[in-house]
């Protein structure tokens, strides 16, 4: 048999020494360290046309989708999946804060124990077993107090049968009722020293709050940036159309005037070039706004708009460009009271001065006060042992007092010491970032006032240009410039007006910034959010 066991041994040791899935990887080495080509023949396309339909691809629009700010704001907040994963937060931190509050919860406890001992004693003639049966249940109340220490009530009942001639009651009953307290006095001892759990757990839960509310305020402020970016984007395309459109014109105004022998046929081909230098701004409009649709769909996450589909998102909120005058400190105070990071720090902050007097309380040594009173009874019935148990004739009271005190505690003192520049380190976090506040308040608002200055000169310009490019029209009519000169202008209008609307999208998307910078949102729809439990 043993040879059989041998053999069957150093089979399996072969079997595993000759294995070697231990030594290859787990991912193959081609997956890892070989770089394939990228070859893009097989998706040539077949031959293009001279002059690309882009005009008609811009005119020609999918399936549209139009949303306000509101919707696009809730479908955000419905459908953002770091948001989702977010609310679990408050709702796990709560019940942690329930199960710490119920760390002073009573429990009640019984023991049942059956004995049979069958002892050999030494009597004058022999050696003869002493034999005793014993059952023995107990049942009672414990009882955590929130100064420390522990309350205990206990009902015990024995019965005991010997073959003892000298017992008197045989069986006996016995029935004993005690009542017990041990309250520390120093190291653990008082309300704040346990409730130190519950109450770190508490500030977990507003800070788990506090972080939920600042990312539904981060969800709602990238979908407004966004929304407006998108709101740009079809200005952006719109005006470079118009471009295309106004240099067409220019075109048939050249022709007819070449066809009157007014102008050369010079003129005819600068207008020709003008239109198939237009031709590329649409373009690139165009590529812009299908990136900035692809940023919103990302953002709301609605189902049917995913990134990939053709549906068009058209935006119909309208900016409403007001100038504002803020009062700086005021602003600046509002921010210090309503950002949530700088709530967060002050719950850090708290829970630093609660651990560090926690802490303290535990380097103290440990001194015990233990007092316990029993009543006892005794019959040969069990009735009997419960009717002397009843009349108290028989008490037993004890007072102790336990102390242990560490030589050195070293330890105790490290843990303390580290706790206070904890609290020094979280004092410092909030000073620095209630600086990185302000600093933020006072950038919003010097941007914000920077772009409305942005948005008058903007329009100003975008008129004086208008009116320069008619009087450059009018000017080839008589055939004082050329259509160089014409197409210049224009386009030097088409940028003007660009810049108008990025000035007017800029300005909306710094009050979005103040808004986010002094921890409230834009605009007068409230929002409310839940946990998910």
């Known amino acids: 048999m043993k040879r059989w066991i041998c053999i069957a041994v150093l089979t ?4 595993l020494g000759c294995d070697g899935s231990l030594d290859r990887p787990i991912i193959p080495h081609e997956k890892l360290q070989n770089i394939e080509m990228f070859n893009p023949e097989p998706y040539r396309s077949p031959e293009q046309p001279q002059e690309p339909n882009v005009l008609e691809q811009a005119k020609v629009s999918p399936q549209k989708v139009y949303l306000n700010l509101a919707e696009t704001r809730a479908m955000a907040l419905r459908n953002n999946l770091e948001l989702k994963v977010q609310l679990y937060a408050p709702g796990i931190a709560e019940e942690s804060y329930n199960a710490e509050r119920a760390k002073f919860e009573s429990a009640f406890f019984t023991n049942v124990n059956f004995g049979k001992t069958d002892q050999p004693v030494a009597t004058l003639l022999d050696i003869q077993g002493s034999q005793f049966e014993s059952a023995r249940t107990n049942l009672g109340v414990e009882m955590p107090l929130q100064t420390g220490g522990t309350l205990t009530f206990e009902l015990a009942d024995s019965r005991f049968k010997t073959d003892s001639q000298f017992s008197i009651f045989n069986p006996s009953y016995e029935s004993d009722f005690s009542m017990s307290i041990s309250q520390p006095l120093l190291r653990g001892a008082g309300l704040e020293a346990n409730r130190y759990s519950i109450r770190i757990a508490q500030y977990d839960l507003a800070i788990a709050d506090a972080q939920t509310r600042l990312e539904v305020i981060s969800v709602i402020a990238a979908a407004d940036r966004v929304y407006w970016r998108l709101y740009a984007a079809y200005k952006q395309l719109d005006v470079r159309i118009q471009q295309y459109e106004l240099a067409r014109v220019q075109l048939e105004r050249a022709r007819r005037f070449v066809r009157a022998g007014q102008n050369a046929l010079i003129e005819v081909t600068r207008a020709e070039a003008g239109l198939a230098s ?15 649709q692809r940023e919103l769909k990302l953002a709301i996450q609605e189902t049917g708009l995913e990134a990939a589909g053709t549906t068009a998102i058209m935006p119909t ?29 002050e719950l850090r902050l708290a829970q630093a001065d609660k651990t560090l007097y926690y802490l303290r309380n535990q380097a103290l040594p440990l001194v015990n006060l233990q007092y316990t009173y029993n009543v006892n009874g005794l019959g040969p019935t069990r009735s009997d042992a419960y009717d002397l148990l009843g009349e108290r004739n028989f008490e037993d009271q004890m007072l102790g007092v336990q102390v242990l005190v560490p030589l050195g505690n070293e330890a105790a003192k490290s843990r303390v010491r580290e706790a206070f520049l904890q609290r020094r380190q979280a004092l410092a976090s909030k000073e620095n970032r209630q600086a990185l506040v302000e ?13 409305w200055q942005r948005i008058l000169a903007a329009r100003q310009s975008a008129l004086l240009e208008e009116r320069l490019y008619q009087a450059e029209i009018r000017q080839f009519e008589i055939g004082m410039r050329t259509s160089t000169d014409v197409l210049e202008a224009q386009s030097n209008f088409a940028n003007a007006q660009s810049t108008e609307i990025n000035a007017l999208t800029e300005y909306q998307i710094s009050l979005v910034d103040l808004a986010y910078a002094t921890g409230t949102l834009l605009g007068s729809a409230d929002v409310e959010w839940a946990p998910i439990k």
């Open 12 to 15: 399996e040791a072969f079997i």
């Open 278 to 292: 237009s031709l590329e701004s649409i373009i690139i409009a165009e590529n812009n706004l299908r990136d900035r």
């Open 317 to 345: 909120t309208e900016p409403n460009p007001v100038h504002y005058t803020f009062d700086s400190p005021e602003l600046v105070k509002k921010a210090i009271d309503n950002r949530m990071e700088m709530l967060e720090l």
């Open 439 to 451: 600093i933020e308040v006072l950038n919003a608002l010097d941007q914000l006032e920077t772009n």
